[in-house]
């Protein structure tokens, strides 16, 4: 069946009556209680439910768990009501709970991020929202990022009541793809700052100096410090997680391409068995109705159309969904304040994309990039350890200009196109290298070079190349030794338009995303041959723009009790080069400023 | 109504002459202002690198009113392993 058909089979069905039910309406107050959940130990989790108001005497609802050691009561309260709000509104109760040790919970910090612990309670609060006198038996989980992460580990554990959920920006590859050491590689930024701070605090609105409270979270070590000490993948990174393909629940995925956990979709496409339908935006670390850059859509009526069909019974249409609807960006130049990504969004029916096939371009001898094998050659480049702060902390986020970064790496261009050029999926660059060093590590990084030689950095990945051939078994390099080295860029959307070239560089630092290698070195990239470096690119038909198919976000409902000033990130950057010495510096700050009620009983109605 | 304030910064540092010398040091702090007291929690974190190891500290605080209250510190010298 072609994709034109497709619509016109799904109107025919509409006419015969099969229409698809409309999803539950906003017909509900909201009601907030603050309870506890015991558990099997006795220690009690603290929880704010978001109840339908005005229910009919016997009526039931299903549950949706929100899981997060962001405390409730403080941390998370503001952005917590316009969707928690959105689902009690039409006909669900949502829990937000707070992990044990964190936030209003009691309980000692769990000794890591989702710890065994945090999950075993996670199972007992599913069962608890599944047992409630409200309760229709079923329960979905929801969040993004930690939130999400969970989401998908409870997925895989199965616990029965446990009927659907919707991950948000998250991943099961908590080695590689978090962000202790992306791919692979260490790396250090704000969140272990607050992750290190958060189990020290006592809840709100208290904040309780009682040492036997207090003390137990004072005094749980940094999580930092345990992170480092795994610096390879390993049962520490394993243990947490089960194959994507233990998933036996529905999943309902949405990511970002500027999200840095957004390789995940593509492979739970692949590799989940159960039901899994995703929307991947032109977005960062946000949920999509609120998301800089945009475009900006309603998630939540979506979200309503899944949770009523698997948690309801009601048949809302989600199955002949698409599997995948992304958004195809268009050139724009590098700007960091862009608001709106242009685009379009397409649609696929699975993974990999139906008529994806794969370009070959190879880096030549001139820098050029292009389909002709090149003549053997050897390009080297001396080792900067301070280079890739235009890159970017965690490929993703909206950049300036890479070309200080571009500068100091090896860089190939292709001629300018001829006709526009369209990638979905995740290029892949095969380089033959050597360092004479035994540790080194390469990065990949793709861009779109306008005419005017503005250059808009597209995606990238790296590779510790100690991890070249597992990331379980470093070994060191033998200098000199020419290896094969494969990265994977992460996921992409992009058209290329005519008349642009396609920039492939390569450098052996991305500073401060990755902390350096610790040895001086020169490396080289070996050209030309049967298995000669070379650049493979996704390559998609430029498709017509598809009718979609998403709202723009409603009006969010926000607590008038609570104020925010600001949000920490992206917060403030600056660089400071010491050229005579060859010594750099990078500064961030972020601040953020929040009123609350905390003399007010929370319990509310509205 | 109270009030609570985040603040957080990180440097990082790199030498081209000397790889092997690296370093992240931030800091996070969060001030809760509330009808009878002011309770600071914060948090310093250094990672500096050498060639064969990570120099690990971190020090959680706790201030109330200004006065610190309770300090605790973990530092640990930590082999690098093929990072």
Redesign the interface.
Known sequence: MNRSTVPALLSLLACLGFAAEAPSPAAYGVRIETGWIPMKDGVRLAVTLYMPDGAKPGERFPGLLEYLPYRKDDATAARDYPIHSYFARRGYVTARVDIRGFGASEGVPTDREYSEQEQIDGEQVISWLAHQPWSNGSVGMFGISWGGFNSLQMAMRHPPELKAILAVDATAELFHDDVHYIDGMAHIDEFELNMDMAPGMTGAPDYTLDERILGPRFDAPPWSLLYLKHQHDNSFWRSQVRPYSEIKIPCFLIGGLLDGYRDSIPDMLELTKAPVKAIIGPWNHTFPHDAVPGPQIEWRDQAVRWWDYWLKGRDTGVLPDAKLTIYMQHWHPPDPKLTNVPGEWLQEDGWPPREAHETILFPQRDHSLAEAQPASAVHQLKYIPSIGVESGFWWGELLSDPRPVDAFSLVYDSAPLTEDLAILGRPQVLLQASATAPLADWFARLSDVAPDGTVTQITGAGLNAAQRDSTSAPRDLEPGKMYPLTIKMHLTAWTFPKGHRIRLAISNALWPMVLPTPYSMTTSLQLGGKEGSRLALPVVPVRGKMATAFSPPQPSEERPDIKSENFPWPGEWTIERDEANGKTTVHWSGKAAEQYPWEKKLTTKT | ????????????????????S?S?V???K?V?Q??DRA?T???H?S?T???KN?N?K?T?E?L?DGQM??S?T?Q?T?P????
């Open positions: 109504m109270g009030k609570e304030t985040d603040y957080e910064n990180l440097t990082y540092k790199a030498d081209d002459a000397h790889p092997e690296s992240v931030g800091e996070a969060t809760l509330l009808h309770l929690w914060q948090g974190l990672v690198t050498d060639q990570f690990y971190y959680r706790l109330k209250i309770k605790k973990w640990e930590i690098r392993d093929h990072q």
